[in-house]
């Protein structure tokens, strides 16, 4: 973790902060909307990096536990129970204890088996969740903000945007620490040789069981904060399709950098704002069929962006294991 | 409850099952031989639905459009290896997962361009809407016996060639070590196009026997993907027979388990809780049965190879 990446990392924050006063100036709120958006993704996409860049552990459900979040909130608010201090540990819970259980299986698989797995343990919550008819089954419910007994009101966008971005930033700062440890030198460590460790006497089943659980639970309290956004929960937050996209973050940022995940989000939503409207100012009616861009260009940075955005920043461009690894 | 119900639930299951192997069959072959997990793979299913659709409006037979579906599914499977897949061998799982998931960005795309974003509907011909009594008083439809019918015929066909042909001999070597097969001589390159241009051709027959059931509209395959991995996992990576045997598992256990669940569970508990408990239990039956599966063998049940 050199120094360039702690600057890399105050620069993109001190942007983030910078945001709200700027669109206030120009009046340009929609910004600011979009920006925490962002945020919230580059908080679900930072945890992925804890377990798939540190920890070599390709989890293709990770949007599931942003579902948990924005469940948990979605159904305590059903039943009339805004108070996010009662929330946010009900939502913490349940993404810990899910992401424990679906952990605890997983993990007792490696490599495909690994990414088939987790796939198929999100797809059964995702169906699960259309089977809520309570809850709105497929089309979801709407829910209210989270209520802070009058300290934060997350109705205010100026507040609620200050609380997505102190919530990156203290997730930023906790892995970044949490990675310099002994217990991320162990994750890390397993990654390149998890053979190895177990031979020098680490039991790395139970190590990468607690990063799976941690990832697990920062995910879900980015679900929180999303169900907050939206005033509005449903299952397709949990799609499949949506964890691929938390990968491709994780993946175009730059893999096992923390901050690169931050930059990977925004790349990707605001690729994703503005390619349509690019595309539609290039021929009309064109803008509807994006993904037909966006397609190859995912496959061009998986092909060619070694190391990502971050590796545009940082001195040393980290490298991708051995083809067992994946 | 009534046994001609859970009959008739079984058959429909045993179809759904036979499905899911056409479409895990190619899956598991390509990972089998050249290390790649596709998740394209269901876009497969998709084009030969629509191909299949196309082609019955032009040619006005049933029977005629799958005959020209059937070659151009090869052609676009063969296409697919070329241009993109081939470079992917050798990059590492990840990598493989979210460039073929690119891949499925595109395709979606190019067939709401190509076809509308507007559900198809392929209607069958009149000889294959009827019914026949199997078991007196249980009447089934035809078409869903002959998908039946053409799903074990695959498997037996993949079976023998698997088994008993060069090919076969070639695909089993590659799956062990495909650089000594390359090493003696056989062109490495045109068998891994074939042997994914037939996956490709199994999962597009999976989509043309799915069109006339229900419609065809961009992105159907995905969900059947998810299935296939699941039925992959429990069968064990890389096993033809244990892709088979998972698969009529993973259809039975979803199919029945939708219908008896919910019966079953009013025995146990007040009949609105079964009601809402039922169906929400039964689409999560056969993950259920996955985990159990895996604590019991982390490899599936047939492990062809450690993955």
């Known amino acids: ?326 | 409850m009534d046994p001609l119900l859970l009959l008739e639930q079984f058959f429909n299951g045993l179809q759904f099952g036979v499905m899911l192997f056409l479409i895990a069959a190619g899956l598991t072959l390509v990972f089998g031989i050249m290390d790649m997990v596709n998740l394209a793979h269901g876009s497969l299913v998709m084009i030969g639905a629509y191909l299949a659709t196309t082609f019955i409006g032009w040619t006005g037979s049933f029977l005629g459009g799958l005959a020209l579906a059937i070659p151009a599914t090869f052609a676009v499977g063969a296409l697919v290896e070329v241009v993109a897949l081939r470079t992917l061998y050798r990059r590492n799982h990840l990598e493989q997962v979210l460039a073929t998931f690119g891949l499925i960005l595109f395709f979606n795309e190019i067939v709401r361009i190509i076809w509308g974003p507007i559900s198809l509907y392929s209607g069958l011909p009149d000889y294959l809407t009827g019914q026949v009594e199997i078991i007196p008083g249980a009447p089934y439809p035809v078409f869903r016996l002959i998908i039946i019918a053409v799903g074990l015929a695959v498997a037996g066909i993949i079976y023998a060639i698997v088994a008993h042909t060069r090919l076969g001999m070639l695909i089993r070597a590659g799956a062990s070590n495909n650089e000594m097969v390359g090493a003696l001589g056989i062109n490495i390159k045109s068998l891994f196009t074939f042997v994914f241009a037939l996956g490709a051709v199994f999962a597009g027959l999976a989509g043309m026997l799915l069109g006339p059931l229900t419609s065809v509209e961009p992105g159907i395959g995905e969900p059947l993907l998810i299935l296939a991995f699941v039925v992959i996992i429990i069968g064990g990576i890389g096993s033809i027979r244990g892709a088979f045997i998972a698969a009529i598992l993973v259809g039975v256990v979803d199919t029945v388990g939708r219908v008896a669940l919910p019966v079953l569970l009013r025995a146990f508990v007040t009949d609105a809780a079964a009601d809402t408990a039922g169906p929400a239990v039964a689409s999560m039956l056969i993950y259920i049965l996955m985990a159990a599966i895996l604590v019991v063998r982390p490899q599936g049940l047939f492990p062809a190879r450690t993955g």
């Open chain 1, 1 to 326: 973790m050199d120094r360039r990446q702690i600057w890399l990392s105050l620069a993109t924050l001190a942007m983030f902060a910078a945001v709200p006063p700027l669109t206030v100036i120009f009046d340009q709120p929609f910004y600011m909307d979009m920006i925490a958006r962002i945020m919230v993704f580059a908080i679900a996409a930072v945890s992925l990096d804890l377990i798939l860049g540190h920890g070599g552990m390709v989890s293709f459900g990770h949007a599931v536990y942003m579902g948990v979040g924005a469940y948990a909130v979605g159904i305590l608010s059903y039943y009339g129970l805004d108070n996010g201090f009662l929330q946010i540990p009900v939502a913490l819970g349940a993404s810990a204890l899910i992401g424990l259980v679906f952990g605890a299986m997983s993990l007792r698989t490696t490599g495909v088996y690994f990414i088939m797995i987790t796939l198929a343990f999100a797809q059964m919550l995702y169906f699960l969740a259309i089977s809520l008819e309570e809850f709105g089954g497929d089309d979801g419910m709407s829910s209210m903000r989270s209520e802070f007994g009058g300290v934060i009101d997350m109705y205010d966008a100026m507040q609620f945007y200050y609380v997505i971005f102190v919530v990156l930033a203290l997730v930023l700062f906790g892995l970044h620490r949490l990675v310099l440890s002994r217990f991320g030198m162990v994750i890390r460590a397993a990654r390149s040789n998890d053979r190895r460790m177990q031979a020098v006497g680490f039991p790395t089943y139970r190590y990468k069981l607690a990063a799976f659980t941690l990832a697990s639970t920062i995910c879900g309290l980015a679900g929180v904060l999303f169900a907050n956004l939206n005033e509005f929960v449903s299952p397709d937050v949990m799609h499949w399709t949506h964890s691929g996209e938390l990968m491709v973050m994780v993946i175009m940022g730059g893999m096992g950098t923390l901050i690169g995940p931050v930059l990977g989000a925004t790349a990707f939503l605001l690729l994703e704002e503005y390619l349509p409207q690019w595309m539609e100012m290039a021929m009309t009616n064109a803008g509807e069929h994006w993904a037909i861009i966006m397609g190859p260009i995912l496959i061009a940075i998986v092909l060619f962006g070694r190391g990502g955005i971050h590796a545009l920043f940082a001195a040393t461009i980290w490298r991708s294991g051995g083809k067992r690894n994946g």
